[in-house]
């Protein structure tokens, strides 16, 4: 469906400033806008549009790698890193 909204200038002006902070063009701010409130900043993305976004696009993930749980993958790395310190001393 297409809507026709008449706007002042300074309407307008608003409108786009806000759109620009949200990093969005000024048609998709204003459909975000009406259809579910104000967008979020990254485009309007959840965490979990985000997330698939990524899945999506192929990036690896580290739990592909390594099933591990993150704290145990960087306390790993920590003592790793902690040791070689230690040995170049």
């Known amino acids: 469906m297409t809507l026709t909204i008449e706007l002042t200038p300074e309407q307008e ?13 000024l048609p998709e701010f204003v459909r975000l806008r009406l259809l579910q409130g104000k ?8 965490p979990a549009e985000i997330a698939a976004g990524w899945k999506a696009s192929g990036l690896p993930s580290v739990y592909a790698r390594d099933p591990r749980d ?5 306390r790993e790395l920590r003592a790793k890193a902690e040791r070689r310190n230690w040995s170049e001393e």
């Open 13 to 25: 002006a608003a409108l786009e400033a806000e759109a620009t902070a949200h990093g969005l063009d």
């Open 39 to 46: 967008p979020k900043a990254g485009r309007g993305k959840t």
């Open 70 to 74: 993150a704290t145990v993958i960087a």
